[in-house]
């Protein structure tokens, strides 16, 4: 087999494992807590923020600013997850190699 068809066959091999990559983090999720767990919020795998849950005790009209800080805390904290399970797979399936999917992160 000449280099060529060696490199053709390893990229072949990657767009595979990278296609089952972002089947895999459309399936798995994360979650953050702020505010003592007022506020919890699940993001998947690619930071997309699937799910926003507030206790009823947190929920103040006189006090909205503190809510929004809230559940702005626990997204921002569901996306940093996420990209952290984002990276720690992409080092499990490129073997270490720096790469990016497009569109993500």
Do not use: H, W
């Amino acid at each position: 087999m000449t280099n060529l068809e060696q490199i053709m066959q390893m990229g072949q091999q990657l767009q595979a494992r990278m296609s089952k990559l972002q089947e895999s983090l459309d399936k798995q999720t994360v979650t953050a807590t702020s505010g003592g767990g007022m506020v919890t919020v699940t993001a998947d795998g690619k930071g997309e923020v699937r799910k926003v849950q507030i206790d009823p005790a947190c929920v103040d009209p006189r006090d909205v600013e503190m809510l929004e800080d809230l559940v702005l805390a626990a997204v921002n904290q569901a996306q940093a997850r996420a990209k952290e399970l984002y990276e720690s797979e992409m080092r499990k399936a490129t073997g270490g190699l720096p790469m990016q999917l497009p569109g993500l992160f």
